[in-house]
């Protein structure tokens, strides 16, 4: 079972593209973090600036309290947002890295059965007990592997069911202390 510089480097090359496939995927995401990030900055100098001026305006104590009552529900509704565009990222990210690792999962099996394959064609006689072995070792590891991949994928369709419940309570919670707010007027 030796390798031959071909397939060394035939390896080395797969793995470099796969490290080259992820580091894209991997500046990919940072920009739309980046994007995301800017995007937010902007709008909060906007809104700030403009919270400002109708504080400025501002005659009482009372309409002081009804501007801070008025900026705390859409303040909660773009924090929901932001963090609704943060998992969307994480999870873009994390499916695409996981796609690789399928595809690399999948090829190094094939790889690993084809090297067992031939080395069970070229085994002396009475090795029968530990190619078995090898087998039920790879099979065992293929096995291991989907169960963590079905165990991931649930972890994050429960995730994602989470985040998908989270802003209609936050919006909830947001708007009794506004209409509260609204009644003492």
Not at 17 to 25: I, K, V, Y
Request: no cysteine; charged share 20%; glycine share 2%.
């Amino acid at each position: 079972m030796n390798l031959t510089p071909e397939q060394i480097t035939a390896a080395q090359k797969a793995n470099l593209e796969t490290l080259s496939g992820l580091t894209n995927q991997a500046l990919k995401s940072i920009e739309k973090l980046v994007e995301l990030n800017m995007q937010i900055a902007k709008q909060s100098l906007g809104d700030s600036m403009s919270s400002a001026k109708k504080a400025l305006e501002v005659k009482d104590i009372q309409q002081l309290l009804a501007h801070q009552a008025e900026a705390v529900q859409p303040m909660a509704e773009k924090i929901m947002a932001y963090s609704r565009h943060l998992y969307e990222l994480a999870h873009e990210t994390q499916a695409s890295f996981t796609k690789s690792a399928e595809q690399e999962f999948q090829a190094g099996q094939k790889k690993m059965n084809a090297l067992v394959e031939d080395w069970t064609k070229n085994a002396p006689a009475g090795s029968d007990a530990a190619v078995t072995a090898i087998k039920q070792a790879i099979a065992s590891a293929t096995n291991v592997f989907e169960t963590s991949q079905k165990a991931v994928k649930h972890a994050v369709e429960i995730a994602q069911t989470n985040l998908s419940n989270t802003p209609s309570a936050a919006q909830k919670t947001t708007k009794k202390p506004a209409s509260k707010t609204a009644k003492k007027k």
